[in-house]
């Protein structure tokens, strides 16, 4: 991340031509591009890691809600000592156990549907982080690409001063002109110089920005190569971006699955008012030392099974069952204005984006039309210096409206750059791995 030394344009001051623009990158270190710091940022970026375990708790909590319908079985063993007048004696006993749910007023099925929608939304909560974590680095790596066209436009406009210092010299030097232009001029050396070491550490900044989001070590040399991958310029009326939102957005597809997670658990509630049924089927054998016959025997004498259906029918549980429903149902309410407000805002999103995208392609053009008019201005007003017709406060204001025109023009370029990226945020259409 080094830019070219500040000391190098200190001989602007002395009217000798130095090149500012040149690329500001540095010449060591590893070089990326955007694709290989999505692929980068999409692999340990904090909010993807984060999302990623979260999609995966919620995924291992859906299958053992599935798993509910099956049997369990567990295996148990107690050792008995004890002492009577008679003498001491030992015992111990062994068993199986397995139970099924054959009935729970579909509390079962309630939860083994909300884990799934469960598991459905946090995978499309990893889609959106996706989503975001490519949108925030674009917008990284577009202010990273604005600041070196910044810096180039500050070049661009301290080689000029340069370049008008050493023939402001040469006509000083025939007569033509006075020493207080000279002095004025080298002022203005000075200005272009500060604009450009203020240019080149916004570079630097920018550059500092993306190497925190993908976590690199800022002790080293990192270039970042020009974006080349932006989205497609959508032509579409804006009722069809809309629509593409609500259907293609993850962050409204995955309230649409929280949604239907509380209308599941609205039925989980209501099963505390239903009757449930169980099995069960056990099988046991022991031994003790105060019965006769070997171990062997014993066990094999002991042995015994039974099987059992439980049911259980609910009469009075002092209003939990009812408190429970009610809240479910309140949930469910919730869920439901969360997803509606969000759909609101989704669409509140695209149509600010096609609204600023329209404001943003009239202002490039009229910047554009801008700088061809303050280029032609500046070169007239530089011919009528030199022939003595013009002063040099009006040739530095022709220069400064000039290096306005063309930051207004870089500005207004990559905004509408920016905008592209945001709309395909905005409508959810960022491709996710």
Same mark, same amino acid.
């Given at each position: 991340?080094?830019?070219?030394?500040?000391?190098?344009?200190?001989?602007?001051?002395?009217?000798?031509?130095?090149?500012?623009?040149?690329?500001?990158?540095?010449?060591?270190?590893?070089?990326?591009?955007?694709?290989?710091?999505?692929?980068?940022?999409?692999?340990? %970026?904090?909010?993807?890691?984060?999302?990623?375990?979260?999609?995966?708790?919620?995924?291992?909590? $859906?299958?053992?809600?599935?798993?509910?319908?099956?049997?369990?079985?567990?295996?148990? +063993?107690?050792?008995?000592?004890?002492?009577?007048?008679?003498?001491?004696?030992?015992?111990?006993?062994?068993?199986?156990? $397995?139970?099924?749910?054959?009935?729970?007023?579909?509390?079962? @099925?309630?939860?083994? @549907?909300?884990?799934?929608?469960? +598991?459905?939304?946090?995978?499309?909560?990893?889609?959106?982080?996706?989503?975001?974590?490519?949108?925030?680095?674009?917008?990284?790596?577009?202010?990273?690409?604005?600041?070196?066209?910044?810096?180039?436009?500050?070049?661009?406009?301290?080689?000029?001063?340069?370049?008008? &210092?050493?023939?402001?010299?040469?006509?000083?030097?025939?007569?033509?002109?006075?020493?207080?232009?000279?002095?004025?001029?080298?002022?203005?050396?000075?200005?272009?110089?500060?604009?450009?070491?203020?240019?080149?550490?916004?570079?630097?900044?920018?550059?500092?920005?993306?190497?925190?989001?993908?976590?690199?070590?800022?002790?080293?040399?990192?270039?970042?190569?020009?974006?080349?991958?932006?989205?497609?310029? @959508?032509?579409?009326? !804006?009722?069809?971006?809309?629509?593409?939102?609500?259907?293609? @957005?993850?962050?409204?597809? +995955?309230?649409?699955?929280?949604?239907?997670?509380?209308? +599941?658990?609205?039925?989980?509630?209501?099963?505390?008012?239903?009757?449930?049924?169980?099995?069960?089927?056990?099988? $046991?054998?022991?031994?003790?030392?105060?019965?006769?016959?070997?171990?062997?025997?014993?066990?094999?004498? !002991?042995? %015994?099974?039974?099987?059992?259906?439980?049911?259980?029918?609910?009469?009075?549980?002092?209003?939990?069952?009812?408190?429970?429903?009610?809240?479910?149902?309140?949930?469910?309410? &919730?869920?439901?204005?969360?997803?509606?407000?969000?759909?609101?805002?989704?669409?509140?999103?695209?149509?600010?984006?096609?609204?600023?995208?329209?404001?943003?392609?009239?202002?490039?053009?009229?910047?554009?039309?801008?700088?061809?008019?303050?280029?032609?201005?500046?070169?007239?007003?530089?011919?009528?210096?030199?022939?003595?017709?013009?002063?040099?406060?009006?040739?530095?204001?022709?220069? $400064?409206?000039?290096?306005?025109?063309?930051?207004?023009?870089?500005?207004?370029?990559?905004?509408?750059?920016?905008?592209?990226?945001?709309?395909?945020?905005?409508? %959810?259409?960022?491709?996710?791995?």
């Amino acid at each position: 991340m080094r830019s070219r030394p500040f000391l190098a344009l200190l001989p602007y001051l002395l009217a000798l031509p130095v090149h500012a623009a040149e690329d500001a990158r540095p010449a060591e270190g590893r070089s990326l591009t955007f694709g290989a710091a999505l692929d980068l940022v999409r692999a340990q %970026g904090v909010d993807v890691l984060g999302a990623r375990l979260d999609a995966a708790r919620v995924e291992a909590s $859906s299958r053992a809600a599935h798993r509910a319908w099956q049997p369990d079985l567990s295996l148990g +063993a107690s050792s008995t000592e004890r002492l009577d007048k008679d003498g001491t004696s030992a015992s111990f006993d062994a068993g199986l156990q $397995s139970s099924v749910a054959l009935w729970h007023g579909g509390e079962v @099925r309630g939860r083994s @549907r909300g884990a799934a929608a469960d +598991a459905t939304a946090a995978r499309h909560s990893l889609d959106r982080a996706y989503q975001d974590v490519a949108w925030d680095l674009a917008t990284r790596w577009i202010a990273l690409d604005q600041a070196r066209a910044r810096l180039a436009v500050a070049g661009t406009s301290s080689d000029l001063e340069a370049t008008t &210092l050493e023939r402001i010299q040469a006509l000083v030097d025939a007569g033509a002109r006075t020493r207080a232009d000279l002095a004025s001029q080298r002022a203005s050396v000075a200005e272009a110089i500060a604009t450009v070491a203020q240019a080149e550490g916004n570079v630097a900044l920018s550059e500092l920005s993306l190497v925190h989001l993908l976590r690199l070590d800022a002790t080293q040399d990192w270039a970042f190569e020009p974006l080349e991958d932006r989205p497609p310029i @959508r032509t579409e009326a !804006s009722r069809s971006l809309l629509d593409e939102a609500i259907r293609e @957005r993850p962050d409204l597809a +995955a309230l649409c699955a929280d949604a239907d997670s509380a209308d +599941a658990a609205v039925a989980v509630a209501r099963a505390g008012w239903l009757p449930s049924l169980d099995l069960g089927a056990g099988l $046991s054998t022991g031994w003790s030392s105060a019965s006769e016959g070997t171990l062997a025997g014993q066990l094999d004498r !002991s042995v %015994g099974g039974s099987l059992a259906l439980q049911l259980q029918v609910p009469l009075w549980d002092r209003g939990a069952t009812r408190s429970a429903v009610d809240q479910a149902r309140s949930s469910r309410e &919730l869920a439901g204005l969360v997803l509606e407000d969000a759909r609101q805002e989704a669409m509140t999103e695209v149509l600010s984006v096609l609204e600023r995208q329209r404001t943003a392609a009239a202002v490039l053009t009229a910047t554009q039309s801008r700088v061809q008019a303050a280029e032609e201005a500046e070169a007239l007003t530089r011919l009528r210096y030199e022939a003595g017709a013009a002063s040099l406060v009006e040739l530095a204001q022709a220069r $400064s409206t000039l290096e306005d025109a063309r930051q207004s023009e870089v500005t207004a370029r990559y905004d509408v750059l920016s905008l592209q990226w945001e709309l395909a945020w905005a409508t %959810g259409s960022l491709a996710v791995p």
